[in-house]
């Protein structure tokens, strides 16, 4: 008996929609947005329309207004999405609203949800995510940022972040700080609510990065924000989740994070492999056009590999999501993997453009620029091999075989 890959035809039929939409309505937005349109009015009527076909929040359940997708249906929407830079603001699945949004449906009140979650999945509110402070990256465990019980009725904190994609746009924050520096280390820090703007979250700047940044940047939510806590007041019923939570919600909240951005990253070398393609299909050089060069076609051979194995280890993670296995292994293997996958695809498609590839003219060199961060964000590539290499030094031991820690139950 032979593995089943065919995808269930409601998947199928719904990843052919979304397929259609980026196709038909995201990447002509585009050009309309480089053309000097408003980007609001824009942003808008892509909604509008997205969601009147009801392409809306692929991963919150109907009861929420979303499209109540499970993990293999969402894999192959948000594979689609990242084709186009408003693929997923169209359907109001951007990062890093979207694992937020997931962190307040899984552990908010009922007031919580009301007030901070019922807009957001309106698109109407963004919201973003302060955990990392100059202080403290990889190893969040060393946040410096405290929080303390003032009365009954609030809390008080006080300390800094940097890196807060989108804090620039955002209407809400979730704030992480420490609680109880005598608990265990991973016990010490809880998430606030916090609404902007707020006097006592300010934000410093937005931090200069390496990547390319157009006058959209900001808007689309792209910027990084050093922000500093100075007595900010949060009300005691503005704590998520309770107490000395904070770190479990903040690795719940990127692990699905962490998926997502290697899922946009498929579509994304994809489309890097497509314009390569199309390039090396007319351009001609000492006589010949490049398609008919080996070595031009062993590259574009090795770019097809790596797109394949990015699209089954997605699959194979999805698939395993849907019967509650548990993911962890696979998800960090997928995470450094997929973060490489488009790097590579990215530079050899630039490298195919030559000049062409490294001017602004196409858009692989802004790409290539943004997507560096990737194997740095929710947790760098180290930290994860340190644990995947852990885990397979675990199953040598406790099974005489590495094999469970390869995703070894496809054997
Ligand atoms: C574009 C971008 C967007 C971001 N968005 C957000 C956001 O919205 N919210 C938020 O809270 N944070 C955000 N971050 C921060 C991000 O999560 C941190 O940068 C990341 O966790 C790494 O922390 P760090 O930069 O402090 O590096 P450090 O912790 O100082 O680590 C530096 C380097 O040391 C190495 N290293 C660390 N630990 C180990 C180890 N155990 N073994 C071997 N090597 C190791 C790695 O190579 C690592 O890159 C963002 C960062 C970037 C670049």
Redesign the pocket.
């Known amino acids: 008996m032979s593995i089943d890959f065919e995808i269930p035809a409601e998947a199928k039929a719904i990843r052919a929609k979304v397929r259609q939409w980026v196709q038909d309505e995201c990447k002509p937005a585009e050009k309309r947005l480089t053309d000097g349109e408003d980007y609001k009015t824009v942003l808008n009527e892509l909604r509008g329309k997205a969601r009147a076909q009801g392409l809306w929040c692929p991963f919150i359940p109907k009861e929420y207004g979303g499209m109540g997708l499970g993990p293999l249906a969402n894999a192959l929407v948000q594979m689609e999405l990242g084709e186009s830079h408003l693929g997923a603001l169209s359907m109001n699945t951007q990062g890093?609203d979207d694992a937020t949004m997931m962190t307040l449906l899984a552990h908010g009140t009922d007031h919580q949800k009301e007030k901070y979650l019922k807009p957001l999945l309106n698109g109407e509110k963004r919201i973003?995510?302060?955990?990392?402070e100059k202080a403290?990256?990889?190893?969040?465990t060393g946040m410096q940022t405290r929080a303390v019980k003032d009365g009954n009725e609030n809390y008080v904190l006080n300390g800094e972040?940097w890196?807060?994609?989108?804090a620039s746009v955002a209407d809400i924050a979730l704030v992480m700080a420490m609680t109880d520096p005598d608990a265990p280390r991973h016990q010490r820090y809880s998430t606030f609510i916090v609404e902007l703007p707020n006097p006592g979250y300010r934000i410093v700047r937005d931090i200069e990065?390496m990547?390319v940044h157009g006058p959209l940047t900001e808007i689309l939510g792209g910027g990084?924000s050093e922000v500093e806590i100075k007595d900010l007041v949060v009300p005691a019923e503005d704590l998520l989740g309770g107490e000395g939570n904070g770190f479990n919600m903040g690795q719940h909240r990127l692990a699905y994070g962490r998926l997502r951005h290697g899922m946009h990253n498929v579509s994304m070398a994809q489309r890097a492999l497509d314009l390569a393609t199309a390039h090396v299909v007319q351009r001609e050089t000492f006589g010949k056009k490049l398609s008919e060069r080996q070595g031009v076609q062993w590259m574009l051979a090795d770019c097809a590999a790596e797109i394949y194995k990015a699209r089954l280890m997605l699959l194979h993670i999805a698939y395993k999501a849907e019967r509650g296995d548990d993911i962890r292994q696979e998800n960090s293997i997928a995470k450094i993997f997929l973060a490489n996958m488009v790097h590579q695809v990215v530079d050899t498609a630039i490298q195919l453009h030559g000049a062409l590839g490294f001017s602004l003219d196409t858009p692989l060199a802004a790409w290539y620029t943004h997507i560096r961060?990737q194997r740095?964000?929710?947790?760098?590539?180290?930290?994860h091999r340190?644990t995947v290499g852990r885990n397979v030094i675990k199953a040598f031991e406790r099974e005489g075989t590495t094999a469970s820690a390869c995703g070894g139950d496809l054997l």
């Open positions: 890093p973003c995510y302060s955990m990392t403290a990256g990889a190893d969040a972040k890196f807060s994609s989108a990065t990547a990084h961060s740095l964000v929710d947790g760098p590539d180290e930290v340190w």
